[in-house]
């Protein structure tokens, strides 16, 4: 609970929490681990954290870690980037080695058709909007403040073009709508934030 969400366990952000690990694994043969995959403040918030998921995995393998448990929100299974996150963090439970980024991209691309592009484009920018960013899984807080309004109009814009790539298909155009919403809250939370910016 007490990680920073977007950097990996042996970053100094996470310190801590990586002195510890490395303290159990001094004196125990069997280790398990829960972690945490969501913003538990609020399940509406972009939560960027897959980019950790392949770094801290291998980083339990390397330290007699043999089960990881990860608590996130199984009511919501296809918000956001959740179908995505979560298909990356399953295969990668089975193999840490795997590459990260080429799963996300299989399961964008087989996902969300010919708005794959642009979601692909939209993943990449929020990961990188939060990655300096010190998030916890615990006190994230109702809004996202990594994601500043020239990043928020880009979004909008690629998902606007996402839209029309795929408003001929009703199973990708769901799929888009159900992404589109974590931004749509961002937008509602944040509105009066970003209307001052603007003006």
């Known amino acids: 609970i007490e990680r920073s969400a ?8 996470n310190r801590p929490l990586f002195d510890i690990l490395q ?9 398990f681990v829960w972690d945490y995959t969501e913003n538990l403040d609020s399940i509406f918030v972009p939560h960027p954290n897959a980019p950790v998921f392949s770094p801290d995995l291998r980083t339990y393998a390397r330290h007699k870690v043999i089960g990881v448990f990860t608590e996130g929100d199984n009511y919501n299974p296809t ?23 080429a799963l996300a991209a ?6 969300y058709g010919s708005a794959a592009p642009m979601v692909a484009a939209v993943v990449t920018r929020v990961n990188e909007a939060a990655a300096a960013t010190r998030i916890s899984c615990y006190k994230a807080g109702m809004a996202a403040p990594f994601l500043d309004l020239p990043t928020m109009n880009w979004i909008t814009g690629q998902l606007d073009r996402a839209g029309y790539a795929v408003a001929q298909d009703t199973v990708a155009a769901d799929r888009l ?23």
């Open 79 to 101: 918000f956001g980037d959740r179908a995505m996150r979560n298909y990356v963090l399953n295969h990668l439970l089975w193999d840490p080695e795997l590459d990260a980024d």
């Open 23 to 31: 303290g159990w694994s001094a004196i125990a043969q069997h280790l």
């Open 177 to 199: 709508a159900r992404f589109r919403l974590q931004f749509e809250h961002q937008w509602l939370r944040l509105h009066r934030a970003y209307l001052e910016v603007a003006e």
């Open 106 to 111: 299989e399961f964008i691309n087989g996902y």
């Open 6 to 13: 977007t950097q990996p366990l042996a970053h100094a952000a």
